[in-house]
């Protein structure tokens, strides 16, 4: 069993020229990608998948859609979300590299390395990572604000000086 919220695999060697799929996220399964995604609501969840061969590996391509509450940053109320979100992964079967003990690993952030993969690609797992990535870490209801709640002023180191100067301190020579 997957610790994912959301899991349906498939084996690479069941791929063949083409693979699609539809999938559909059902009420308990929603209701674990709520609880994982902090949402208060989600009320629909689907994606479509297309999985090809490509180069030396595979591409993964599809969309995401789904009906979400997400919880205003400000106000705490409730911020309804559609998403709908294409997405495009490149991925490569898991080859062992012999390593000696020194040896680094050179990691270029501006390269589109495709994910490793290790006999199964779970379909379900990136069309999730693809949901919270679209998700808006941020939430905030159109019009809302951060107003500064009135209470004591912090106390300045400067306050000090302010009590010295004299209080008709206010013309010059």
């Known amino acids: 069993m997957s610790d994912l919220p ?5 084996r690479l060697n069941e791929i063949g020229n083409c693979l699609e799929r ?3 996220a059902d009420a308990a399964t929603r209701g674990r990608v709520m609880k994982a995604l ?3 609501g989600l009320d629909a969840l689907s994606a479509e998948v297309s999985l090809k061969p490509s180069g030396r ?3 993964l391509s599809g969309r995401v859609r789904a009906e979400a509450v997400q919880t205003c940053g400000l106000t705490l109320e409730p911020l309804p979300v559609t998403i709908d979100a294409p997405f495009e992964i490149g991925l ?3 080859v ?9 690993i050179d990691i270029s952030l501006e390269e589109d390395t495709p994910d490793e993969v290790e006999g199964v690609v779970d379909l379900a797992a990136y069309a999730l990572e693809q949901l919270a990535l679209s998700l808006d870490p941020f939430p ?9 709640p009135d209470g004591p002023r912090e106390s300045s180191p400067f306050d000090v ?8 301190a206010g013309g010059g020579t």
Not at 140 to 148: I, L, N, S, V
Not at 161 to 168: A, C, S, T, W
């Open 6 to 10: 959301w899991s349906e695999t498939i």
């Open 22 to 24: 539809r999938l559909e």
């Open 38 to 40: 902090d949402l208060q």
């Open 57 to 59: 590996g595979w591409m």
């Open 92 to 94: 490569v079967e898991a």
């Open 96 to 104: 062992e590299h012999p390593r000696g003990p020194a040896e680094e």
């Open 140 to 148: 905030r209801k159109p019009g809302a604000e951060f107003a500064q």
């Open 161 to 168: 000086l302010n009590r010295l100067k004299p209080k008709d």
